[in-house]
Nanobody
Framework: VQLQASGGGSVQAGGFWRLSCAASGDTLDDYAVGWIRQAPGKEREGLSCINSSGRPAYYADSVKGRFTISRDKAKNSVYLQMDSLKSEDTAVYYC??????????????WGQGTQVTVSS
């Protein structure tokens, strides 16, 4: 299955934005799907994971209480609602398949990302 994130843009700090993830090549029904991001000069960071039944399974401390992951099986899509954005949320965002590995969530199959820029 190929995943592609979309919907990036520029927003002011304190604002909100929503990203979308579309899949091709297979249905997402049986997969857990999540979001990761990478800021310039920083390591890739796992943000969230939602299980196949639609229950959010994980949020990173950096986004907990501000970001909400959801999925729409009819549209074969996953979303990331981002509220109370901060300048440090500026990054390229990717959606990916996710699972719980050895004491942390792992991600794979991320495709093209989408840039989110938060200005203060």
């Amino acid at each position: 299955v190929q995943l592609q994130a979309s919907g990036g843009g520029s927003v002011q700090a304190g604002g909100f934005w929503r990203l979308s993830c579309a899949a091709s090549g297979d249905t997402l029904d049986d997969y857990a799907v999540g979001w990761i991001r990478q800021a310039p000069g920083k390591e890739r960071e796992g943000l969230s994971c939602i299980n196949s039944s639609g229950r959010p399974a994980y949020y990173a401390d950096s986004v907990k209480g501000r970001f909400t992951i959801s999925r729409d099986k009819a549209k074969n899509s996953v979303y990331l609602q981002m509220d109370s954005l901060k300048s440090e949320d500026t990054a390229v965002y990717y959606c990916a398949l996710c699972w719980y590995g050895v004491r942390r969530y792992e991600y794979q199959n991320w495709g093209q990302g989408t840039q989110v820029t938060v200005s203060s």
